[in-house]
């Protein structure tokens, strides 16, 4: 058998590495294993969604004493990251040491410059926590609803660290998010969750559930009252970084260093490019009528509120046999998304969006292309708006 020839390089790299080289690698193998045991560890919704499994069932803790300690070991881990000389690395390792320095550099800019436990209350919404044990089978159905039961005891410490941490005055676009999210949460908790857990036959199990759960659907409504009520009325419009934390927010978590004034600069002149796209494409439909025109009427052709799932999962096989068809990328498995409506504690923030398996899940290969459909309660103008984003075209 031929040996690959990235394990000839990978040979010769370990073979001509100096004794100092290999250590400087060692120690940020050490330190980078160290810092993402931590990071998971005050992360554990976050570690199950990636397919790390003994962290099910464990809770995150948003007190500001933990918050503070997690900020503290950020930027422990920050100077020991980078005292590392990059040249002494290979150069996947010299990537490595520039990827995880940057990603701890915004983890430590989302707590200390955009506030996130002081500013959004977003934060502290408990549904995305639990719903990773009902949308992937990664384990027995009664062992993922112990797990649920472990999170969910966490709900009202929750919303009492939200009390705590949030500042009294807050964004407005924040707060009405999060009072959707919140309440979106507790009826996702109410109905969503139980019905996902109905096949469970152990009686004291589902006694102990049915108690546990139903505590933490009031304390997510709850809290959306809290936010409503005592928040909301001294809510402000003041949630722009600013120049400088802009700057800052770039150069960490996107590694460009360009000014705001030439990203703007090249952003509209991208916009032109579209522009004439867009013109020309009308144009191709129909010559007859301004583009704009031409824009909105196609867009009412679109699905109706009871179709747009299953119109979805047809144009979505349309789509992967077009892609098919013309050769244009290989398709290697015949698993397909399953496509369901997005859950009701996530809908304030999204229009679809795609849960694919985490990168370490061995078991649980479901992934779901979530849509969110229109509200019973909204205005007939309002859904028919709605409506028009998934138009066809």
């Not at 193998?29 to 554990?44: H, I």
């Not at 407005?172 to 109905?198: Q, Y």
């Not at 290989?330 to 923030?349: C, Q």
């Amino acid at each position: 058998m031929k040996t690959p020839i990235w394990v000839l390089g990978a040979i010769l790299l370990c073979c001509t590495l100096t004794p100092a080289l290999a250590d400087e690698a060692q120690r940020f193998d050490d330190l980078s294993q160290q810092f993402l045991d931590g990071y998971f560890a005050w992360r554990p919704g976050f570690a199950v969604n990636l397919g790390l499994h003994d962290y099910d069932g464990k809770v995150a803790e948003r007190s500001k004493s933990s918050i503070a300690s997690e900020l503290a070991r950020l930027k422990e881990f920050e100077i020991k990251i980078a005292a590392i000389d990059p040249a002494k690395l290979d150069p996947t390792g010299r990537l490595d040491d520039r990827v995880l320095l940057s990603a701890i550099r915004a983890e430590i800019f989302e707590i200390e410059d955009t506030r996130r436990y002081q500013l959004n209350p977003m934060a502290y919404v408990l549904g995305g926590e639990v719903n990773v044990y009902i949308e992937r089978d990664f384990g027995p159905l009664e062992q993922r609803l112990a797990s649920v039961i472990q999170v969910e005891r966490s709900a009202r410490k929750l919303v009492d660290a939200a009390k705590e941490n949030l500042d009294d005055a807050l964004p407005k676009p924040f707060v009405e998010t999060a009072i959707r999210s919140a309440k979106g949460s507790g009826e996702f908790l109410d109905h969503d969750l139980p019905r996902a857990f109905a096949p469970v036959k152990d009686p004291a199990l589902l006694s102990q559930f049915k108690e546990i759960n139903t505590a933490a659907a009031k304390a997510m409504r709850d809290y959306a009252n809290w936010l409503k009520t005592d928040k909301l009325p001294k809510a402000n419009a003041s949630f722009a970084l600013g120049r400088e934390k802009y700057v800052k927010m770039l150069q960490t978590q996107e590694l460009i260093t360009l000014s705001p004034e030439r990203i703007l600069e090249i952003g509209l002149a991208q916009v032109k490019r579209h522009q004439a796209v867009f013109n020309n494409a009308a144009r191709t439909i129909d010559p007859s009528r301004p583009p704009l025109e031409v824009f909105n009427q196609i867009q009412k052709d679109h699905p109706t509120a009871d179709g747009l799932i299953p119109d979805t999962r047809r144009d979505l096989e349309a789509i992967r046999q077009y892609v098919i068809d013309h050769r244009l990328v290989t398709i290697p498995s015949e698993v397909r998304a399953e496509v369901m409506e997005t859950p009701g504690f996530n809908r304030a923030g999204s229009f679809a969006s795609m849960s694919s398996p985490g990168a370490f899940e061995t078991k649980a290969r479901e992934a779901i292309y979530y849509v969110t459909p229109v509200e019973n309660d909204w205005s007939a103008q309002r859904k028919e708006e709605w409506l028009t984003s998934f138009n066809y075209y």
